[in-house]
């Protein structure tokens, strides 16, 4: 199977990834966030939320309040769930799923490598300079 | 058999297992208040006697009075000078016979409205036990297809849950119709009722007493003081949408998973707005009430029931079955409201949608809500 033409993008040095927050990187038509989860990982995820567009890398990254008993209130998750800024939809930084229904939307996840301590994007070649149209990566 | 030839011949004597449900009808004391005096300790009748309690059992103040003068149907009187739904044999043929209604849920709303509001907490719980006691011994003996939902003292949630428990294995007792006051219906107030009918497998049934709006105690209407009967009635789901909600993120359904609700005269097209809010509110809000598990679309669909009059008329029929089906075929029941103004009448009501789809909502859904034994 042929192997679809990448570029790299640079996103900076791999220490400054930090957990809690995204690095944006734009160019052209591209806007992505990259950030560092609790583990580790490093996380690339598209600047538009699933559900009406916002720029979701501007919302919180933290824990989530999971299904609990009634009266009940348990914590979870810290570090791994992103807030968007505008309806606050609760999104998994691990799958990219959104949380708790039983059929997500998801976020648009981009891979990336680390090569001597600097992070990078690889993303379809000429994808910076196409119209990005779609309004949800679900 | 097509339900429309079913209905249309009238059996003369409808079927308790087969026949329409209908999940509102309203009787009335015959004596007014003085028919309770006999399920009454004496002291308590003495009290009520001496104070003339029966005057002050009437309803609503001037500017909610019916324009017409009566909330019930002049043409379904028994006899002349009696009051509509005082008869239970009257209502047996008026109602159940002439319109293959093999099941019908009694409803008293002026004993509801006592025990609300009208009557103070203590004379609640003798008025509730009284006129449950007169219902079971004066009507449920005369018909099988009798059914009635008793009334508890929601005032007193503690009695209340005692008076079901009292009451409740009565094999004609359908279902407990707790009087709204004004604390929502997801208030931990209410807990020890719906433990007690979850536990006698009884469905609750929300209906507005007619005390809303008028005294203190009783929910208040959204917005401000309605000028007029018409505007009164038009915002009277209001409480309902309140309640559903309330319901729902206080997670009543996760903590009693087997309790069933019944929303009852608040028509059917309300539920819409709220559930479609709630849904997507839900996905941004949910952590704020994480015990609403899952979709409040989807505890609609399992623990709650409306019931279909006073159907809406959009000029565009099909506008109302679109609605039905985006509330549930299976979460209507039928109600006639009988013997008041506002009822529908089974030949007339839900022509519009498909058979099964009808047959449904006149006879199979209520099923599933009513404790039918
Ligand atoms: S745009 Fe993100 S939740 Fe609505």
């Not at chain 2, 059917?268 to 598990?293: I, N, Q, S, T, Y």
């Amino acid at each position: 199977m042929a192997i679809p033409e990448r570029e790299e993008i640079l996103v900076g040095d791999a220490a400054e990834l930090v957990e809690g927050k995204f690095k944006i990187i734009k160019q052209g038509t591209l806007n992505i966030g990259v950030t560092r989860l609790r583990d580790g990982t490093i996380r690339a995820v598209r600047n538009r939320c699933p559900h009406k567009g916002a720029a979701i890398c501007k919302g919180i990254i933290g824990g989530t309040w999971p299904p609990s008993a009634p009266g009940d209130l348990a914590y979870d998750r810290e570090g791994e769930i992103l807030v968007c800024p505008w309806h606050g939809f609760e999104y998994d930084l691990k799958t990219g799923d959104e949380l708790y229904r039983k059929v997500p939307t998801r976020l648009r996840f981009y891979e990336v490598i680390e090569r001597e301590r600097k992070i990078y994007l690889l993303v379809a070649r000429g994808a910076a300079d196409t119209q990005d149209s779609d309004a949800s990566a679900a | 058999m097509s339900v429309t030839s079913e209905l249309e011949r009238g059996t003369g004597s409808p079927d308790v297992a087969t026949g329409i449900v209908d999940c509102d009808v309203h009787p009335l004391l015959k004596q007014g208040f003085a028919s309770l005096y006999p399920y009454m300790p004496l002291a308590w009748r003495e009290r009520f006697e001496r104070k003339r309690a029966g005057q002050a059992a009437a309803g609503l103040i001037m500017r909610f009075a019916h324009p017409n003068g009566f909330i019930v149907r002049e043409d379904a009187s028994p006899r002349d000078g009696e009051f509509a739904g005082s008869d239970p044999h009257f209502l047996v043929s008026d109602l159940l016979d002439a319109n293959d209604i093999g099941i019908c849920a009694l409803n008293s709303l002026q004993t509801g409205a006592m025990c609300a509001v009208l009557a103070s907490a203590d004379e609640s719980l003798i008025i509730a036990s009284a006129a449950n006691d007169y219902y079971i011994e004066e009507w449920l003996p005369i018909d099988r297809r009798l059914r009635y939902a008793i009334v508890v003292p929601s005032q007193d949630p503690n009695a209340s849950a005692s008076e079901i428990r009292r009451v409740g294995k009565h094999s004609q007792i359908c279902a407990v119709a707790v009087p709204p006051i004004a604390i929502a219906l997801g208030n931990r107030y209410w807990w020890p009722i719906y433990e007690a009918a979850q536990e006698l497998d009884l469905p609750i049934f929300l209906h507005v007493t007619g005390a809303e709006g008028i005294y203190a105690g009783a929910p208040m209407p959204a917005g401000g003081l309605p000028d007029t009967y018409i505007e009164r009635y038009v915002t009277l789901s209001q409480a309902a949408e309140a309640n559903l909600t309330s319901l729902i993120m206080n997670g009543i359904f996760e903590r009693f998973p087997r309790l069933r609700v019944l929303f009852v005269e608040y028509g059917f097209v309300w539920p819409l707005p709220a559930m479609l809010r709630m849904d997507r509110l839900w996905r941004g809000l949910r952590h704020e009430v994480p015990w609403v598990k899952k979709s409040p679309i989807e505890y609609v669909a399992e623990h709650v029931w409306f019931t279909t009059q006073p159907i809406e008329e959009p000029a565009d029929p099909r506008d109302l079955e679109r609605i039905v089906k985006m509330i549930g075929v299976d979460n209507l029941c039928f109600s006639t409201d009988y013997p008041h103004w506002d009822n529908d009448m089974p030949m007339q009501s839900l022509r519009m949608l498909a058979p099964a789809d009808r047959d449904k909502i006149m006879r199979q859904n209520a099923r599933n809500v009513l404790r039918l034994s």
